[in-house]
């Protein structure tokens, strides 16, 4: 598999890694929102007890950073926010612009990580069943009138 290749389906699995990931961060998340927990998914992609349990080690032992990263990630934004409306000094917008993308970036980079480990105990038939997974359900979101997330 070349490079470019590996990439786009890395790139592919963090989408739905993302989604996942973005449910478990909010207050409401529950098992139904783990494609790794569900037993729907995991049937149609053959995901074994050991592998979901495999799935879910990884998912929680980063969730606890990913937390952490997105909290400082929405006070870094807060903050911008603020002096966007209160400041015009470009210098200390410029700033706080630098802290919100570092910010931002620690939560993708964490968030990539948990993907690379989640895809290595993965088969590479059950992430081309993941990604056929995920493309329909993107189909079906854009049917309802759902569309791209921004």
């Known amino acids: 598999m070349t490079f470019l290749v590996r990439r786009r389906v890395l790139v592919r699995l963090a989408l739905v890694v993302a989604s996942a990931i973005a449910v478990a961060l909010s207050a409401s998340a529950d098992e139904r929102s783990k494609w790794w927990v569900s037993r729907e998914s995991r049937a149609e992609l053959g995901i074994s007890d050991a ?55 620690a939560v993708n980079k964490t968030r990539t990580w948990m993907l690379v480990r989640m ?29 791209p997330r921004p």
């Open 119 to 147: 895809n290595r105990v993965l088969t590479p038939e059950q992430r081309a069943l993941l990604q056929a997974m995920h493309d329909r359900h993107q189909r079906e979101r854009g049917a309802r009138g759902g569309g």
């Open 51 to 105: 592998q979901s349990a495999q799935l879910e080690a990884v998912f929680q032992s980063l969730l606890p950073r990913l937390r952490a990263e997105k909290q400082a990630l929405d006070r870094e934004d807060a903050e911008l926010t603020r002096l966007m409306a209160e400041s015009t000094d470009e210098a200390a917008l410029g700033a706080a612009i630098d802290r919100v993308e570092a910010a931002r970036s």
